[in-house]
């Protein structure tokens, strides 16, 4: 079983910035892709950023790009996500996750609050 810890979160304020991490246990970090996803109360959790394995190809969603930057460190077995000027509606929850075929880990989440 894959454990991944998850760090990094605060509050900050608009046009501040936060650097997540996620911690993987094991050894198969470098095999899995991952990502970034982020969910508020009442809605459904959205993907922010993602990153290959080999982190040679990452992709983001519209909202983010620009500001944020998905990095991996395959010989710490960690992922980050580099977030610059953020803005109130960044605020949420953010998940990190490994994926590969069907197989997926998630974080337990860590709190980045923006405010205005």
């Known amino acids: 079983q894959v454990q991944l810890v998850e760090s990094g979160g605060g509050l900050v304020q608009a046009g501040g910035s936060l650097r997540l991490s996620c911690t993987a246990s094991?050894?198969?970090?470098?095999?899995?892709?991952s990502g970034w996803y982020r969910q508020t109360p009442g809605k459904q959790r959205e993907l922010v950023a993602v990153?290959?394995?080999?982190?040679?190809?990452?992709n983001y969603a519209d909202s983010v790009k620009g500001r944020f930057t998905i990095s991996r460190d395959n010989a710490k077995n960690t992922v980050y996500l580099q977030m610059n000027g953020l803005k109130p509606e960044d605020t949420a929850v953010y998940y990190c996750?490994?994926?590969?075929?069907?197989?997926?880990?998630w974080g337990q989440g860590t709190q980045v609050t923006v405010s205005s």
């Open positions: 996750k490994l994926l590969r075929d069907s197989e997926a880990y």
């Open positions: 990153i290959t394995s080999d982190g040679f190809n990452t």
């Open positions: 094991g050894s198969i970090f470098r095999l899995y892709a």
